[in-house]
Nanobody, 117 residues
Framework: QVQLVESGGGLVQPGGSLRLSCAASGSDFRVNVMGWYRQAPGEQRELVATISSGGSTNYADSVKGRFTISRENAKNTVYLQMNSLKPEDTAVYYC???????????WGQGTQVTVSS
């Protein structure tokens, strides 16, 4: 089973930047998709961005042009660079891993991002 550990959340002012990291550990990575979802209290979890092991990316319209997802395959680590942050970005951000061979999914424990003056 893949284990995911997130870091980098915190409090930032509107217009500021934050960088999230997620490190995956386990014995079977192969072809996979990693990324980030977020969830505010009382809201459903929504996709933020994903990146495949081949480098293909997808972004939610709400973050396109502000957030950048990247990964280092040798470290099994995915990053989310968040710029021009808005109060509406406030949520718990969850790292996501999907193994293509069997579509199995793993989630990180979540890291809080708060955008406020």
């Amino acid at each position: 089973q893949v284990q995911l550990v997130e870091s980098g959340g915190g409090l930032v002012q509107p217009g500021g930047s934050l960088r999230l990291s997620c490190a995956a550990s386990g014995s079977d990575f192969r072809v996979n998709v990693m990324g980030w979802y977020r969830q505010a209290p009382g809201e459903q979890r929504e996709l933020v961005a994903t990146i495949s092991s081949g480098g293909s990316t997808n972004y939610a319209d709400s973050v396109k042009g502000r957030f950048t997802i990247s990964r280092e395959n040798a470290k099994n680590t995915v990053y989310l660079q968040m710029n021009s942050l808005k109060p509406e970005d406030t949520a718990v951000y969850y790292c996501y891993f999907r193994r293509v061979i069997d579509s199995s999914i793993a989630w990180g424990q979540g890291t809080q991002v708060t955008v406020s003056s």
